[in-house]
């Protein structure tokens, strides 16, 4: 989470500023540059929020399949503990 945390707070509003850069210099935006640019970086915040759904999916289902296989009463535990 460190990590994350520190690309996102350097290259967030690094990469928010240029892409307003551009809307102003190429598209003439002017002052609603900003404005877009922000928009655009929330887009970023939804694409992540959908992967952080999915995986918590797969997760819920892995830990449920892991806690099943590492039971005291499972199969392969019996097998190694009556040798």
């Known amino acids: 989470m460190l990590v994350v945390n520190i690309v996102g707070l350097g290259m967030g509003p690094l990469i928010t500023g ?33 992967h952080f759904m999915r995986s918590a999916f797969y997760l819920r289902h ?3 399949a892991a806690s099943v296989s590492s039971s005291p009463f499972s199969e392969t535990t019996q097998m190694t503990t009556d040798t």
Do not use: K, T
């Not at 850069?21 to 929020?49: K, P, Q």
């Open 62 to 64: 892995e830990l449920a």
């Open 18 to 50: 240029v892409i307003s850069d551009v809307l102003v210099s190429r598209y003439g935006f002017g002052r609603d540059s900003l404005r877009y640019a922000i928009a655009a970086s929330a887009l970023a915040a939804v694409w992540a929020a959908v």
